[in-house]
Nanobody, 123 residues
Framework: QVQLVESGGGSVQAGESLVLSCTVSGLTFSDHAMGWFRETPIKGREGVACISSTSRTIHYADSVKGRFTVSRDNAANTLTLRMYRLKPEDTGEYYC????????????????WGQGTQVTVSS
């Protein structure tokens, strides 16, 4: 059974930072591209950051470029999203997801999903 468990969400003030983590079990983590997605009232579901299995390919949404950093530790089956200079528009439910393959064509429509963790940024 594939499980993705997110942690690290919370409530912060604009300009502050948060780190989200995702621990994965039930699949060979190093064989799968991974991503962070969020759902917001304005944009719906958005691919925030995606990373290929070897970390060679990384994609960021334009809205987070220069502020968010995605990384993975294949030995620890862990995906991390470091979020800096947070803005109120970053508020939303953040999901960790694994794709079916090692690479990805689009940072969207991944196959396995976690339950999500809430991030709230106040102005």
């Amino acid at each position: 059974q594939v499980q993705l468990v997110e942690s690290g969400g919370g409530s912060v003030q604009a300009g502050e930072s948060l780190v989200l983590s995702c621990t994965v079990s039930g699949l060979t983590f190093s064989d799968h591209a991974m991503g962070w997605f969020r759902e917001t009232p304005i944009k719906g579901r958005e691919g925030v950051a995606c990373i290929s299995s070897t970390s060679r390919t990384i994609h960021y949404a334009d809205s987070v470029k220069g502020r968010f950093t995605v990384s993975r530790d294949n030995a620890a089956n862990t995906l991390t999203l470091r979020m800096y200079r947070l803005k109120p528009e970053d508020t939303g439910e953040y999901y960790c997801a694994a794709d079916y393959t090692a690479g990805f064509m689009r940072c969207a429509d991944f196959g396995y999903w976690g339950q999500g963790t809430q991030v709230t940024v106040s102005s």
